[in-house]
């Protein structure tokens, strides 16, 4: 592994792992939830928000920057963390994901994908290499190797192609990742992981992480959940993973938001998790509590005084009222999906801190029952009755 990428476990509480992730542009302490800035911003807040906010590591996404502006121009402009403002750790994906989901296919095979870029119709092909020198261009500091994402329904022998298919271009992804000196444009080492795929099959999950083990990778994901398996299908995939992805490198769980899938997954040892969902909600009047979820387009919340929840810390909390910020939704202003935006980042940091306190104090298991009844719709609680 190279050594300025190092993945350190430093408490345990049955399969959850407090530890510490090592990277050029800083340490974070996992386990650790990274907001998503799909085109070089994290939506709404400006990057000294989003760390006052709690975050340290964010994604970046290859697809839609490779697009638009496109990866040379980023490095000319001095790299993603220059061009996005950000001087932490950021981790940017192959851009896979979005290639079968958005894009309109023209071939697939084991030389890559050819798409039509959904920007301007032109004709994009994508390679292994070639989705590692894009992200070389971007000087994450980590990259993730092109994988295919069947669909969560997808037939077995659909599932059985993609993890072959995938494991083929790990393969190639780390062959360019080690010519190009495992280092970014920018010039700083730049970690490569690899995603396990397999959909819910577990004999394909474990031919994809032994393969990938064999690769020595500095770190491993966990791809091909959340996207339409269902939440007790996904804990049965997690159920294996400790015991199929190496134990001293991260795991990373990707795009996975929900908090009850953030606790079963760090229950069974994942370390890493990105999502949508703290932004997206919140341009959606949505607002993550500890005793529930918010809608605050209900009519219920227009002469409400409270804050969005009364232990948060943040700024929308601290100044706001429910019914304050509902006027903004109301209204179209601007101020409303950014005061939610504010909340939900930094309810999803301390969400985060709460679980490496606990695994600290080794009481994962009662905390987490306390969490998710709180959060339940059938708790009781006001803020989630009137949900």
Same mark, same amino acid.
């Given at each position: 592994?190279?050594?300025?990428? +190092?993945?350190?476990?430093?408490?345990?509480?049955?399969?959850?792992?407090? !530890?510490?992730?090592? *990277?050029?542009?800083?340490?974070?302490?996992?386990?650790?939830?990274?907001? &998503?800035?799909?085109?070089? *911003?994290?939506? !709404?807040?400006?990057?000294?928000?989003?760390?006052? $906010?709690?975050?340290?590591?964010?994604?970046?996404?290859?697809?839609? @920057?490779?697009?638009?502006?496109?990866? =040379?121009?980023?490095?000319?402009?001095?790299? @993603?963390?220059?061009?996005?403002?950000?001087?932490?750790?950021?981790?940017?994906?192959? #851009?896979?994901?979005?290639?079968?989901?958005? %894009?309109?296919?023209? +071939?697939?095979?084991?030389?890559?994908?050819?798409?039509?870029?959904?920007?301007?119709?032109?004709?994009?092909?994508?390679?292994?290499?070639?989705?590692?020198?894009?992200?070389?261009?971007?000087?994450?500091?980590?990259?993730?190797?092109?994988?295919? $994402?069947?669909?969560?329904?997808?037939?077995?022998?659909?599932?059985?192609?993609?993890?072959?298919?995938?494991?083929?271009?790990?393969?190639?992804?780390?062959?360019?990742?080690?010519?190009?000196?495992?280092?970014?444009?920018?010039?700083?080492?730049?970690? /490569?992981?690899?995603?396990?795929?397999?959909?819910?099959? /577990?004999?394909?999950?474990?031919?994809?992480?032994?393969?990938?083990?064999?690769?020595?990778?500095?770190?491993?994901?966990?791809?091909?959940?959340?996207?339409? =398996?269902?939440?007790?299908?996904?804990?049965?995939?997690?159920?294996?993973?400790?015991?199929?992805?190496?134990?001293?490198?991260? +795991?990373? @769980?990707?795009?996975?938001?929900?908090?009850?899938?953030?606790?079963?997954? &760090?229950?069974?040892?994942?370390?890493?998790?990105? $999502?949508?969902?703290?932004?997206?909600?919140?341009?959606?009047?949505?607002?993550? *509590?500890?005793? #529930?979820?918010?809608?605050?387009?209900? %009519?219920?919340?227009?002469?409400?005084?409270?804050? /969005?929840?009364?232990?948060?810390? $943040?700024? %929308?909390?601290?100044?706001?009222?429910?019914?304050?910020?509902?006027?903004?939704?109301?209204?179209?202003?601007?101020?409303?999906?950014?005061?939610?935006?504010?909340?939900?980042?930094?309810?999803?940091?301390?969400?985060?801190?709460?679980?490496?306190?606990?695994?600290?104090?080794?009481?994962?298991?009662?905390?987490?029952?306390?969490?998710?009844?709180?959060?339940?719709?059938?708790?009781?609680?006001?803020?989630?009755?009137?949900?």
């Amino acid at each position: 592994m190279d050594p300025a990428i +190092r993945y350190e476990a430093t408490r345990t509480d049955g399969k959850a792992r407090q !530890g510490r992730l090592t *990277t050029p542009h800083g340490e974070v302490d996992t386990p650790a939830f990274m907001p &998503v800035g799909t085109a070089g *911003t994290v939506k !709404g807040v400006t990057p000294d928000q989003l760390a006052a $906010c709690g975050a340290r590591m964010i994604l970046g996404n290859t697809y839609h @920057l490779m697009l638009r502006p496109g990866a =040379e121009v980023v490095a000319e402009l001095g790299g @993603l963390h220059k061009f996005m403002g950000w001087s932490g750790p950021i981790l940017t994906d192959s #851009g896979g994901f979005q290639v079968f989901s958005l %894009a309109h296919l023209r +071939r697939i095979d084991d030389a890559g994908v050819v798409f039509q870029s959904h920007v301007d119709g032109s004709e994009v092909e994508l390679t292994p290499r070639r989705a590692v020198e894009i992200q070389r261009f971007l000087s994450a500091d980590v990259m993730m190797q092109l994988d295919e $994402c069947p669909p969560g329904q997808a037939p077995r022998e659909q599932v059985a192609a993609a993890v072959e298919r995938s494991l083929t271009w790990a393969r190639d992804c780390r062959d360019a990742w080690v010519e190009l000196d495992r280092r970014s444009a920018a010039g700083h080492a730049q970690a /490569l992981f690899g995603i396990q795929q397999g959909g819910t099959h /577990l004999d394909l999950r474990e031919r994809s992480a032994r393969e990938l083990a064999a690769l020595d990778l500095p770190g491993y994901a966990v791809g091909g959940l959340s996207v339409g =398996e269902g939440h007790e299908a996904m804990i049965r995939v997690l159920d294996e993973i400790d015991n199929l992805l190496p134990a001293d490198r991260p +795991r990373y @769980l990707m795009g996975v938001g929900e908090p009850r899938d953030i606790l079963a997954a &760090v229950m069974r040892g994942i370390d890493m998790f990105d $999502c949508v969902m703290p932004t997206r909600n919140a341009r959606n009047a949505q607002a993550f *509590t500890w005793t #529930g979820r918010l809608r605050l387009r209900n %009519a219920c919340h227009a002469s409400d005084r409270r804050p /969005l929840d009364e232990t948060c810390p $943040c700024y %929308a909390c601290r100044t706001f009222s429910r019914g304050a910020i509902r006027h903004f939704f109301q209204a179209d202003e601007m101020l409303g999906p950014i005061l939610l935006t504010l909340h939900n980042l930094r309810f999803f940091a301390d969400f985060m801190a709460a679980i490496r306190q606990a695994i600290g104090e080794g009481n994962l298991a009662e905390r987490s029952a306390q969490w998710l009844e709180a959060m339940s719709p059938s708790s009781g609680k006001e803020s989630q009755a009137t949900d």
